[in-house]
């Protein structure tokens, strides 16, 4: 006997579930599938995210940046410290504590809004007359029939040919995430966003870190002058970064991981570390969807091929996160699970890609949206660019964290607002108020003109709106 919904969802990370409560909020009945087991073989929804992503990551950053600031900046405040130590393996209990409370989160949310969960891998079993049949298999064993399917299968670790995760020497973020003391050396391969999360956690906590970049750039896709400060901090800091290496062969001896490769001038050079981070990118996952067994198209890496409204090639089958087109962020797949929900109730949700904010949890935290200036350029767009110093603000002074900058990007003729770059404390927090404006066409004059709490790091962005007329007060 199957069961009958009106949407079904396939996957619980931010897409999926979010999705699925927005359905189920707007009166369909509705059930979410997720295969995902934690430690004692129980659900863990969540996805990626929750359980191996933004928050496990976000939670080992907090716990590192603590032990850093216990270090080495409570002095300058009066406060000293005798014998400070680092338990990492508690440090990874509250990780992995954190972690289920946001699943536990999840499953309640579901509940509330009258979700069916079903723990297992869902499948495609068929389609006839826009009526789907899918398969659940796992601690779940069931057949369900819907008219409506979202797939939010999200990604994994794109792994380096020729050498697998084994999750003890060569790590993926999984691994990554859950190393059981501080290696004296570590090895990271891609200087992306995991890298550079990752890689500062585990220096901070006193690993000698060295990573390597296969572009010439350092973050090529964030605005160069804000990278430029970025990489001047880490490497200040001890991140030892090589751009524009050829990696090469790599042997995992099982005691320590050695890594040749050909550095920027052409020189043969091998690295020789404890771990080793790979974290050179992620792909969709679509393997166990049989997803051919409704003949969903899928495009040239893999994701599924959607619509800009998510609407993959089958009629009633809609597609949303990570396993689509656009920024692998959590931010973006829940939107777009919101307005799929919406859309199959008739509704007209609608995600706009070009104000997505992208945030690094570094530090200096770099944060932004909208274009950079090398896009403008290269677009042939005439802008005007305001850049205020966290050093010239008195609550970054009263912080002790003057890194960094607000920069502001407007149009040189209508003054529109068109992207907003920071790198310095809390920019993961200053750049709502640029998503905002941005999201509703302001100029930078909207900005100067608005009056911001003192002392606040949010008075850098009006005054990187006022530097966009050259009229900065306090600096
Ligand atoms: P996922 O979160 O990957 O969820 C997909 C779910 O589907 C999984 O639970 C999976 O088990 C399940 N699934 C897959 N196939 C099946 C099947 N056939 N049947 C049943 N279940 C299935 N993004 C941010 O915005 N901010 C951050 O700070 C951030 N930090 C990150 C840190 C790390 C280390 C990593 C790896 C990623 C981070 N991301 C961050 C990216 C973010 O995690 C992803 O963009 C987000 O999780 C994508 O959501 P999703 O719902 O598309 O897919
Ligand atoms: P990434 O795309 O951010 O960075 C990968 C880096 O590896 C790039 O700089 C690339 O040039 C480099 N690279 C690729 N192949 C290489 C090779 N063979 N040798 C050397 N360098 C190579 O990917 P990453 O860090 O794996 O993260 C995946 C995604 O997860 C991110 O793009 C992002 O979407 C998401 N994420 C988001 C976070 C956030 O929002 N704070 C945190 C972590 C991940």
Known sequence: ??????????????????????????????????????????????GTCTNVGCIPSKALLQSSEHFEQAGHHFADHGIGIKGLSMDVAQMIARKDAVVKQNNDGILYLFKKNK????????????????????????????TLQTRHVIVATGSSAR???????????????????????????????????????????????????????????????????????????????????????????????????????????????????????VSIGRVPNTAGLNAEAVDLKLDERGAIEVDANCRTNVAGVWAVGDVVRGPMLAHKAEEEGVAVAERIAGQHGHVDLDLVPWVIYTSPEIAWVGKNEQQLKEQGIAFKAGTFPFLANGRARALG???????????????????????????????????VAMAFKASSEDIARICHAHPSLSESTKEAALAVDKRTLNF
Not at 202 to 207: M, S
Not at 402 to 429: C, F, Q, R
């Open 159 to 277: 792994p380096l040919p020729g050498i697998e995760f084994d999750e003890v020497n060569v790590l993926s973020n999984d691994g990554a995430l859950r190393v059981g003391a501080t290696p004296k050396r570590l090895g990271v391969i891609g200087s992306g966003v995991i890298g550079l999360e990752m890689g500062s956690v585990w220096r901070r906590l006193g690993a000698e870190v060295t990573v390597l970049e296969g572009l010439p750039t350092f973050l090529g896709a964030v605005d160069q002058q804000i990278a430029k400060e970025a990489h001047k901090a880490f490497v200040k800091q001890g991140l030892k970064i090589e751009l524009g290496v050829k990696v090469g062969e790599i042997k995992n001896t099982k005691k320590t991981v050695s890594i040749a490769y050909t550095d920027a001038k052409g020189g043969a050079q091998t690295l020789t570390v404890d771990k080793l981070i």
């Open 1 to 46: 006997m199957s069961q009958n919904f009106d949407v079904v969802v396939i996957g619980a990370g931010p897409g999926g579930y979010v999705a699925a409560i927005r359905a189920a909020q707007l009166g369909f009945k509705v059930a979410c599938i997720d295969e995902w087991e934690n430690a004692a073989g129980g659900p863990a929804p969540g």
């Open 401 to 435: 964290d003057t890194t960094g900058m607000v920069k502001m990007l407007a149009d040189a003729t209508t003054d529109e607002i068109l992207g907003v770059h920071v790198v310095g404390p809390m920019a993961s927090e200053l750049i709502a108020e640029a998503c």
């Open 115 to 142: 979700v069916s969960f079903f723990h297992g891998r869902g499948s495609f079993l068929s389609r006839t007359d826009g009526l789907f049949e899918l398969s659940v298999t796992g601690k779940s064993n069931e």
